[in-house]
């Protein structure tokens, strides 16, 4: 991110008279962690602000926690054409959803990210690939704005880089994201209460759904020359069995992928319309994030998603092909 960037961001924050806050479609601990600290910080400065995000405006469970929720407006009561927008944690305009509409009338779009897909699709891209969350580039405008970080505005930010490193596991944990996570629990908060909410509970009926994906995930060890894929669903079926909504099923990915003789790993989620929400990871050789963007989705190079509305057996055809394709890495 140049130094102009950074400049011409904050002039625009400061003269905006209603500052349009949106992250991406149904939104993760980073995309709406980083916007509600971001709003927090609007209100500190005493700016008028909208903060929201399209299509289903609801907020999966395990985030019900996040300070500040209060904050956000429905994407209807959002302004057709904003002045200034800032989007957080989207790669592209599409993934902001309904809101693609009004950030595509925008005098302004201020993009805050760190997907190196990004299309930068706005005015002024404080988009830095290297960041392990967008709640770094967020904490920093923060700072450069000269807003002291409070409990709530760090705890927002903790989640976001908490659920992007995958508890400072993956390889974009560097000494930068531990002093920047000293910086927030420096604020006071409790980690232990941060990976409860986010990681470690459910409702009982998370068991039976949990064991039947478990039960019937398939292991292709030819795939990606050699690498190795595994796979499997959890069905509409299977929640409402159990009465589980969609948004617990999100972490049953992080169990598939410990398979050892497998780089690749897929959770085919289906959720409340019918349509596959489908999770990819990949232990570093592969760049799931390629195939990903040929199916219509996005994301990085070990974790990437794409929505399919088809059958899953023809995108798993689909997948082993582009997989056979994919250059092996050796690391990432
Ligand atoms: P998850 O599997 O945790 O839902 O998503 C992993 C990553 O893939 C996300 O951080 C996001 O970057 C990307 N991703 C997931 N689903 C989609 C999608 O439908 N479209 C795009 N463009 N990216 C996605
Ligand atoms: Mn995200
Ligand atoms: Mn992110």
Not at 18 to 36: E, F, Q, R, W, Y
Not at 58 to 83: G, S
Not at 133 to 153: K, N, Q, W, Y
Not at 187 to 215: H, K, M, N
Request: with cysteine; proline share 5%.
């Amino acid at each position: 991110i140049t130094a102009d960037e950074w400049a011409r961001a904050i002039a625009s924050i400061q003269e905006a008279q209603t500052i349009c806050l949106a992250c991406h479609v149904n939104p993760d601990g980073d995309a709406l962690g980083s916007m509600l600290a971001f709003a927090q910080a609007l209100r500190a400065m005493d700016k008028p602000f909208v903060a929201s995000f399209g299509d289903a405006f609801v907020v999966p469970r395990i985030l019900r926690f996040l300070p500040a929720l209060d904050l956000l407006t429905h994407p209807d009561d959002y302004p057709a054409e904003p002045d200034v927008m800032v989007t957080f944690d989207a790669a592209s305009r599409d993934r902001l959803g309904s809101l693609a509409a009004n950030a595509r009338k925008a005098d302004e779009v201020i993009v805050l990210d760190h997907h190196s897909s990004n299309t930068r699709f706005g005015t002024t891209h404080l988009v830095d690939p290297g960041a392990a969350a967008t709640a770094a580039v967020a904490e920093e405008l923060i700072g450069r704005l000269g807003v002291p970080l409070t409990h709530d505005m760090a705890l927002d930010l903790y989640v976001g880089l908490v659920t992007d490193t995958g508890s400072f596991k993956y390889a974009a944990t560097t000494p930068e994201v531990h002093a920047l996570a000293g910086r927030l629990l420096a604020t006071g908060i409790q980690p232990e209460i941060v990976s409860r909410e986010v990681w470690d509970r459910a409702p009982f009926g998370y068991l039976p759904v949990l064991a039947g994906a478990l039960g019937r995930a398939t292991l292709e060890p030819d795939v990606a020359g050699g690498l190795g894929m595994v796979w499997t669903t959890v069905t509409r079926a299977d929640r409402a069995e159990y009465d589980l909504p969609y948004d617990l099923i999100e972490g049953v990915i992080d169990i598939v992928r410990r398979t050892d003789e497998a780089e690749v790993a897929i959770v085919f989620k289906e959720d409340d319309e019918g349509a596959w929400q489908v999770s990819t990871r990949s232990k570093g050789r592969v760049d799931v994030g390629l195939a990903c963007v040929a199916l219509g989705g996005g994301g990085h190079p070990a974790a990437a998603g794409f929505t399919l509305h088809g059958e899953v057996g023809h995108a798993v055809e689909r997948l082993r092909e582009l997989l056979a394709e994919i250059e092996v890495v050796t690391r990432i």
